[in-house]
């Protein structure tokens, strides 16, 4: 079983949609949290950073945090075409180790 | 304007060869690494490199090397003992080890 488990997708969905991607860990030790949005053949670039639980809001882009379920998420909302992308999750415990990623999903904004 | 660049942006590679991936950030971080990213896959940790003149290997160092002799820059060398090396390889820093990594553009490396 893999430390960070996130669904391959594809995730297609008609423009303006609300978008929720996932991803579940077994480590109960991970602190921060971290979404990467990675287009096609360009790096992953950082959209969204969390410290243990709760919700962190920045404008369509909401990150969710459950520790008790070793549960993440990210919800798009009014989801845009150029939000097609592959989505990655990071996280770490706080002992200064590596980031452990998810394999990504890829999502499609249909106009 | 900070940043990672990453170059070339592609380069083949005969076999046989060996071949350096550049990898250089101005944004003073201490600590950098190096990904592989197969097609429909997640990162692979090469190496990484938490200050000047260390480095550990990832989860698959195998037919890789890397040095660090500047804070700035952090380049792998793809050796001929790597058997499979066509991928897309990131490159990465961060202020410290665990915490939030900043990626460069990548390099695709193909081979002949």
């Known amino acids: 079983q893999k430390e960070v488990e996130q669904d391959p997708g594809p995730l297609s969905v008609p423009e303006g949609a609300i978008v929720s991607l996932n991803c579940t860990y077994s480590?109960?030790?991970?602190?921060?949290f971290m979404w990467y949005r990675q287009y096609s053949r360009k790096g992953p670039e950082l959209l969204m950073y969390?410290?243990?639980?709760g919700n962190k809001e920045d404008g369509r882009f909401t990150a969710q945090v459950d520790k008790s379920s070793k549960y993440i998420s990210l919800f798009i909302r009014d989801s845009q075409p150029s939000d097609s992308a592959t989505y990655l999750c990071?996280?770490?415990?706080?002992?200064?180790?590596?980031?452990?990623f998810g394999g990504g999903t890829r999502l499609m904004v249909k106009p | 304007d900070g940043g990672i660049t990453q170059s070339p942006k592609y380069l083949f590679r005969k076999e046989g060869q060996n071949v350096t991936l550049s990898c250089e950030q101005n944004l003073n971080h201490d600590a950098m690494y190096w990904y592989r990213q197969d097609p429909g896959q997640g990162l692979r940790l090469i190496y990484y490199?938490?200050?000047?003149?260390?480095?550990q290997k990832g989860d698959i160092a195998e037919g890789y090397s890397v040095s660090r002799e500047k804070k700035e820059s952090f380049p792998l060398t793809v050796t001929s003992a790597q058997k499979n090396p066509t991928a897309f390889y990131l490159c990465a820093s961060s202020m410290g080890s665990g915490e939030t990594q900043y990626f460069g553009p990548g390099t695709r490396l193909l081979v002949l």
């Open positions: 969390t410290y243990s639980s």
């Open positions: 990071a996280m770490s415990n706080n002992a200064g180790n590596m980031l452990t």
């Open positions: 490199s938490q200050i000047v003149n260390d480095f």
């Open positions: 480590n109960s030790a991970f602190q921060y």
